[in-house]
Each structure stands twice: as C-alpha cells, then as structure tokens.
T-cell receptor
C-alpha cells in the first residue's frame, strides 16, 4: 500500500517559537494532502486541505496565519505552527490522496506528530 | 453538513467472540463513501473497510464486515473471531466524493469507540 511519513514524530518546543511538521508521500504523488488535529481521547478534526501548487483551504475556526501550510511538491506538504502556545499541544496527523492509485477515494495516513508546547 | 454519530464510547469483547460497532450518519447526499478506521495505541490510522453508497452489497474484508442500511443511514461494523490485536479506537467516517456538487473528499469522523479485546 501507499506509505505516508511524518517528521518529526515528537517535538517539544517553548512557547512563542515556531514548529514545522513535514508530511511526505513516499511511493506515490499526492496532489491533495489533509491535515488533522487530534486531542487526547478525541476524534480527528480536519484543519485544512492542501493542494499542490495552490493555497490551502482551511476549515472554519482554524487560523490560517497560525497554521501555515505549504504544499510545494507532489510528495511534500508542511504544517508550520507559528508562535506556538501550550493550547496548540496536540497530535497532528496528515493524510494523502493518490488519484492515480485509488479509485476508492482512500486517504493514506501518516503516523502522526505529537507536539508539546511548554 | 454531514454528521457521523458513534453512540457507544467503549466496548469490550472476549477473544474469539463477535462484536458489532454501531454508526449512524446524516446526509442529504445520494452518492458518498463510508469508512471504518482503526487507531491502535501506536495512533497510526488504518483503513479497516470501505463502502460505496451506490452498492447494495455489504462490504467484507476477512473477519470484518459491515451492515449498510442506506435508508436508515446506518453503517455498523462486525468483527468476527476477535483477536487481541483488534484492541483499538475505531472511527466511522463519511466522505462526499469530488465530482459532485460541493464534493471535496473531506473525511468527517465520528467521535470514535474504544474496543478492548480480552484474553
């Protein structure tokens, strides 16, 4: 199956700093990637949809200036949490869609990144 | 907007037994996809099974099968011969495919249900 990686898997940062999380599709081209946020013992909430070469589409209530998304290539999307605060601590998960491989609209998920802001 | 409801927050089952996880959803669409995802303690999301709404036949994948009732907007997952490795959070999800009006391929997840398989 298609593989999606995320880096780093775990990051701790100080309040006020920025953190970048990478999402890579390893064996396919992903024209669309999705970023989710998951709080402990809760479900996944979609933050934004990232399309290669164009601006990301953010869900209602998600601050686009705080969560910067860049999808500069067909295999890489990045999420930058700017001026992070303790309330941004969460588990961030990306997924990717391979239009060439999947006719079932399947999204392939990365392993997630745990962000802790002190 | 579509909503997905998983009313059972937690269930447990004995190894080798059968368990059914419930899911209901609300939509005015006729064409859509439904999924069950598994999230084990590693937190890696794993696709368990998918169902296309236009297919009347219920999807099956080895020990996993669904009972899709389109009119009732119900999509339950049956796990047969439960194994210890089935212990995980299970999420039901809805997607309206791209191509239709307003389609975006966004996944809408239910709140999830924690399944514990006991030895």
């Amino acid at each position: 199956g298609a593989v999606v990686s995320q880096h780093p898997s775990w990051v701790i940062c100080k309040s006020g700093t920025s953190v970048k999380i990478e999402c890579r599709s390893l064996d396919f081209q992903a024209t669309t990637m999705f970023w989710y946020r998951q709080f402990p013992k809760q479900s996944l909430m979609l933050m934004a949809t990232s399309n290669e070469g164009s601006k990301a589409t953010y869900e209602q209530g998600v601050e686009k200036d705080k969560f910067l998304i860049n999808h500069a290539s067909l295999t890489l999307s990045t999420l930058t949490v700017t001026s992070a605060h303790p309330e941004d601590s969460s588990f961030y998960i990306c997924s990717a869609r391979d239009y060439l491989k999947s006719s079932y609209n399947e999204q392939f998920f990365g392993p997630g990144t745990r962000l802790t802001v002190l | 907007a579509q909503t997905v409801t998983q009313s059972q927050p937690e269930m447990s089952v004995q190894e080798a037994e059968t368990v059914t996880l419930s899911c209901t959803y609300d939509t005015s669409e006729n064409n859509y996809y439904l999924f069950w995802y598994k999230q084990p303690p590693s937190r890696q999301m794993i696709l368990v099974i998918r169902q296309e709404a236009y297919k009347q036949q219920n999807a099956t994948e080895n020990r996993f099968s669904v009972n899709f009732q389109k009119a009732a907007k119900s999509f339950s997952l049956k796990i047969s011969d439960s194994q210890l490795g089935d212990t995980a959070m299970y999420f039901c999800a809805f997607m309206k495919p791209r191509g239709g009006q307003g389609g975006s391929e966004k996944l809408v997840f239910g709140k999830g249900m924690k399944l514990t398989v006991n030895p």
